[in-house]
């Protein structure tokens, strides 16, 4: 095993779970923060992985662990609580002497943008930089993994929905960004930098549905929704009013296509292309 120091937070989440796999098939030793026993148990089976279990509303739960780490993986849900859970852990890894922190951020974060994710993320980075940590963040764009959110309604209806209209955003696969974050973990040169992270192509929502009806053999159709219906189906799945409000401004901003830059940081960084829609789709057609 690579002897490394190199602490993750979101160890369990969309893109935590595909980095520990990379870390750990990489030979390389981690320490990753989780909450229960049960996570602990089946990080623990990974290869090279050691859970801490704490609670990042809790510094003194995993501020021990920091002890002796160089890099750290900060990632939460976006969540209410988010800014302050976030600044916290920055605040205990720089007591920590911490000397880089890869966060997961958003892309187009702004303290000064109407979505109150992007204004979050950007107020977490200005804080990271305040203190004088090394950084590398990391701002991807619209996960593909978020469609996997409708599974039921596509196996079952053939149909998804958003409030996007026609706008093309350049959506990304979690795999991508979690291979970025391994390489800046994992080896120099990526100090004080800033990737947005996008997939291969900008594509709307209803070439989304083109390629998934081409690919599962089966039509289906994307249904553009006003931003009040969207509301209506976020609060009618019980996601929390803080949430359903940063949901409904993200895809306004994405409504707007201020989301359909594309990057080239994927090969960048990784030496290969970035994972395409279709090929998504191909690898996650057993969920369709
Ligand atoms: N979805 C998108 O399209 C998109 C696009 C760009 C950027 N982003 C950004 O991506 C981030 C979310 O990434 P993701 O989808 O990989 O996350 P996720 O699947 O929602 O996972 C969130 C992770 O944070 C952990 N966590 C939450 N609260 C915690 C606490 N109090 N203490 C310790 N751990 C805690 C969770 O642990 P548990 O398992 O214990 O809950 C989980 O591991 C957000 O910041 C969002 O803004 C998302």
Redesign the pocket.
């Known amino acids: 095993m690579k002897q490394t120091s190199i602490f993750l937070?979101?160890?369990?989440?969309?893109?935590?779970s595909q980095l520990v796999q990379q870390l750990s098939s990489l030979n390389i030793g981690f320490k990753a923060?989780?909450?229960?026993p049960e996570?602990a148990g089946q990080l623990n089976k990974l290869p090279n992985a050691e859970a801490i279990i704490?609670?990042?509303?809790e510094p003194t739960t995993f501020e021990h662990a920091l002890t002796g780490i160089e890099k750290a993986f900060l990632?939460?849900?976006?969540?209410e609580?988010?800014e302050s859970?976030q600044m916290g852990f920055v605040e205990a890894a720089h007591r920590a002497g911490v000397g880089h922190i890869v966060k997961?951020?958003?892309?187009a974060a702004d303290e000064s943008s109407p979505v109150r994710?992007l204004r979050y993320?950007a107020r977490v980075e200005n804080r990271i930089r305040e203190l004088g940590l090394g950084y590398t963040f990391l701002r991807?764009?619209?996960?593909m993994q978020?469609l996997l959110a409708f599974k039921e309604q596509i196996r079952y209806h053939g149909q998804f929905f958003a409030a996007i209209g026609q706008a093309r955003v350049s959506l990304v696969d979690?795999r991508d960004i979690a291979a970025i974050a391994a390489v800046a973990l994992t080896e120099p040169g990526y100090e004080d930098q800033i990737y947005d992270i996008t997939g291969p192509e900008a594509l709307s929502h209803y070439q989304l549905a083109e390629t998934l009806s081409h690919v599962l053999g089966k039509p289906v159709n994307f249904i553009d929704v006003s931003p009040a219906q969207m509301e209506q189906a976020l609060a009618g799945a019980g996601f929390p009013e803080w949430q359903i409000g940063g949901l409904i401004e993200d895809y306004a901003h994405y409504a707007r296509e201020e989301a359909a830059a594309v990057s080239d940081a994927v090969a960048r960084v990784t030496g290969r292309n970035a994972i395409g829609f279709e090929q998504f789709v191909k690898d996650h057609c057993f969920l369709l």
Do not use: E, I, K, W
């Not at 704490?54 to 509303?57: E, P, R």
């Not at 991807?140 to 996960?143: A, D, G, K, Q, R």
């Open positions: 937070t979101g160890a369990t989440g969309a893109v935590g923060l989780v909450r229960t996570q704490g609670d990042l509303a990632l939460t849900n976006s969540s609580q988010a859970l997961l951020s958003q892309f994710f993320h991807p764009n619209l996960y978020g979690v």
